[in-house]
């Protein structure tokens, strides 16, 4: 067995186990898992001792310069991939939203082409807003090319908003092809309604933004959309659940034999509504916004459950003076907080070391469900034989401070500032090579490639 690189004496985590074992790596892929000390020679000897060796993560919701109404997030992929190296993440899946007038497959297949420019490797979800007849012959090339789910939205009536039958087709169809509908829901009447009647009140500013957007407008749509998965017999991704409910409506769902799955995001499971009563609410308008502490509480304990499918970003890199110029309104405001940089460590910090689960839970919800309910597990996800040898080795009792100045997202702020962290990675590779090197950038070359997905989950 010959070895370019060996990462040695560490505790190798991955989703259903953990234990010590060196890793082998060869071709930029893991070749082995050996008894430690039992590694062949390589030219690059990494020494973990101490540390915890995972996969890195796979972050499954990750907005790329994303363009929502007048405001554009101010991140490419060199940009957005360097800070989700530093925090672990080794492989993102951005979106690839229409504008009016723009087709799916166009868009996607145009930011398919700036995976390139990444430190590491990404993946796409699509995204339909109308049907029309052109849609399936769509839905099948982007299937086709490995572009397999679609991003859905029951909200932002005359933007990204599907009616309840564009839904049901795009499931059907996708469903026939071997993809899947990531779906972001909150009934638009129920939000529309709290919108009126804040602005009729005065209060639609930032620091309402938890009133503007009702938990059971997620609720309500959540359990629709459900209806029209088992309907149709379709799998179906519900993005950012935000609430316990929505996520027992679809764990209810899965009892019934329904492929429903469940991600959260790092910020509902950190922060709470209180945030919107501080000097700067508008830095954390995000949508679903952020909910009270009892309901933060209650969603974090669905990832010890094992409800909760998958833990992503949400990453939207927007900067304080967008999010001020529109503070007074939260109906014209930019929606989204920079995290894909923060999403591993502030989650092991309070998931793992303060309320102990499990590293391997850690595990399989950062990094190896996203690449199964993505398409990209086995290649993606695991330290298995064959699989990418993208890795993050962590110091797991190191302690730190979150400062946005000490960050690399292309943004002023970040909605951790201050908090302490335990835990962070030290030294990530990506398909072999070390990128990051004791927190140092070691190798800026862009050498991303855009993930075709297989048939998903
Ligand atoms: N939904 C997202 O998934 N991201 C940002 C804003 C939104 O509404
Ligand atoms: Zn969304
Ligand atoms: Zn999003």
């Not at 110029?325 to 907080?337: I, K």
């Amino acid at each position: 067995m010959t070895a370019d690189v060996v990462v040695r004496g560490g505790t190798v985590v991955e989703a259903g186990w953990s234990g010590p074992a060196d890793v082998v790596i060869a071709s930029g892929r893991v070749t082995a898992l050996a008894a430690p000390g039992t590694a062949p020679a390589a030219a690059t000897v990494i020494d973990a001792t101490g540390r915890l060796v995972m996969p890195g993560g796979v972050d499954p919701h990750c907005h790329v310069g994303f363009t929502s109404g007048e405001f554009t997030s101010l991140d490419d992929y060199r940009q957005c991939t360097t800070a989700a190296v530093f925090g672990g993440t080794t492989t993102i899946v951005d979106f690839a939203i229409p504008r009016p007038g723009e087709n799916p497959a166009d868009v996607a297949y145009a930011q398919r082409e700036k995976a390139t420019q990444g430190l590491c490797d990404s993946a796409l979800h699509a995204c339909v807003v109308e049907w029309d007849e052109t849609v399936p012959d769509q839905l099948a090339a982007l299937v086709n090319d490995g572009i397999s789910t679609v991003k859905m939205f029951t909200t932002y009536r005359g933007e990204t908003m599907a009616d309840e039958d564009t839904v049901l087709r795009t499931m059907t169809e996708l469903a026939r092809l071997g993809g899947m509908v990531v779906i972001h829901c909150e009934a638009d009447h129920i939000v529309g309604d709290a919108q009126r009647r804040c602005a009729a009140a005065d209060h639609i500013g930032a620091a309402n933004m938890a009133a503007t957007r009702p938990d059971l407008a997620e609720t309500a749509s959540v359990a629709e959309i459900l209806a029209i998965a088992e309907a149709v017999e379709a799998p179906v991704y519900f993005v950012h659940q935000s609430t316990a409910e929505a996520v027992e409506l679809v764990a209810a769902a899965r009892r019934r034999g329904v492929r429903a799955y469940s991600e959260t995001v790092a910020h509902h499971l950190i922060l709470d509504d209180s945030a919107y009563n501080g000097t700067h609410p508008e830095r954390y308008v995000c949508c679903p916004p952020l909910r009270s502490s009892a309901q933060v509480k209650a969603l974090g304990r669905h990832l010890f459950t094992g409800e909760v499918t998958t833990i992503g970003s949400d990453h939207c890199c927007y900067d304080t003076a967008q999010k001020e110029s529109r503070a007074t309104d939260v109906r014209a405001m930019p929606n989204g907080l920079p995290g894909v940089e923060t999403r591993l460590p502030v989650i092991f910090s309070e998931y793992v070391v303060r309320q102990n689960l499990p590293a391997t839970r850690f595990v399989e919800l950062t990094s190896t469900n996203p690449a199964r309910t993505n398409g990209l597990y086995p290649r993606k996800g695991t330290l298995l034989p064959g699989a990418d040898a993208d890795i993050a080795i962590w110091n797991p009792t190191v302690e730190w401070q979150i400062t946005s100045t000490a960050l690399h997202m292309a943004t002023d702020y970040t909605p951790y500032e201050g908090m302490r962290i335990t835990g962070r990675p030290e030294t990530v590779l990506v398909r072999g090579r070390v990128v990051v090197d004791q927190g140092d950038l070691q190798d800026p070359t862009p050498g991303g490639r855009h993930l075709k997905s297989g048939p998903v989950i």
